[in-house]
T-cell receptor
Framework: GAGVSQSPSNKVTEKGKDVELRCDPI?????LYWYRQSLGQGLEFLIY????????KSGLPSDRFSAERTGGSVSTLTIQRTQQEDSAVYLC????????????FGSGTRLTVV | AQTVTQSQPEMSVQEAETVTLSCTYD???????LFWYKQPPSRQMILVIR??????QNATENRFSVNFQKAAKSFSLKISDSQLGDAAMYFC???????????????FGTGTRLQVTL
């Protein structure tokens, strides 16, 4: 597509429920990143996919968080047993392999855990 | 690990005036990339300007320019002739030269919220 698409735009969930956030990157971009933006904070790196290589999961805050990327395109970030501290904006970005011009971001998913 | 610091949580500028947003970073690398991103209320991060560390010339994009001081590890953003549409959060970001693994990820500062007044 023309840009990075994320869905849903907003999600309210009850504490303890599982949620899935979706990211559809720009066609042809081999690299895909997930970041978390908490209120008043910068962007916290979560996970990185590059082509068919094993993802770099070094930023995932706990084993409740997982992500997959199917067919080298669409990615899903899953948060199990959500907690209130998971409330944040989750941003997805994609780039060409060399990331020369930085990322193209989606508009994010605002997750609220009540 | 690299760190990026933005010491100004909020800034305000009058329309048509000039404002400078500060950014410092810490790294032991000699070659790297620096970016400024804008995040309006729509939440979508937009690339404003980028700078390659090996280039001495400061990058410029229309009303946006940077003052890159490599020795001081400083990378400030100057917005000239400020417009109402410039109101947003601005993030400074750092990237290592290697494009494999997490070295390709961007490290962001905590952002500066810019208000533009009439």
């Amino acid at each position: 597509g023309a840009g990075v698409s994320q869905s849903p735009s907003n999600k309210v969930t009850e504490k303890g429920k599982d949620v899935e956030l979706r990211c559809d990157p720009i066609s042809g971009h081999t690299a895909l990143y997930w970041y978390r933006q908490s209120l008043g904070q910068g962007l916290e790196f979560l996970i990185y996919f590059q082509g068919n290589s094993a993802p770099d999961k070094s930023g995932l805050p706990s084993d409740r968080f997982s992500a997959e990327r199917t067919g080298g395109s669409v990615s899903t970030l899953t948060i199990q047993r959500t907690q209130q501290e998971d409330s944040a904006v989750y941003l997805c970005a994609s780039s060409t392999r060399d990331n020369y011009y930085g990322y193209t971001f989606g508009s994010g998913t605002r997750l609220t855990v009540v | 690990a690299q760190t990026v610091t933005q010491s100004q949580p909020e800034m305000s500028v009058q329309e048509a005036e000039t404002v400078t947003l500060s950014c410092t970073y810490d790294t032991s690398e000699s070659d790297y990339y620096l970016f400024w991103y804008k995040q309006p209320p729509s939440r979508q991060m937009i690339l404003v300007i980028r700078q390659e560390a090996y280039k001495q010339q400061n990058a410029t994009e229309n009303r946006f320019s940077v003052n890159f001081q490599k020795a001081a590890k400083s990378f400030s953003l100057k917005i000239s002739d400020s417009q109402l549409g410039d109101a947003a959060m601005y993030f400074c970001a750092y990237r290592s030269p290697s494009y494999t693994g997490t070295a390709s990820k961007l490290t962001f500062g905590t952002g500066t919220r810019l208000q533009v007044t009439l």
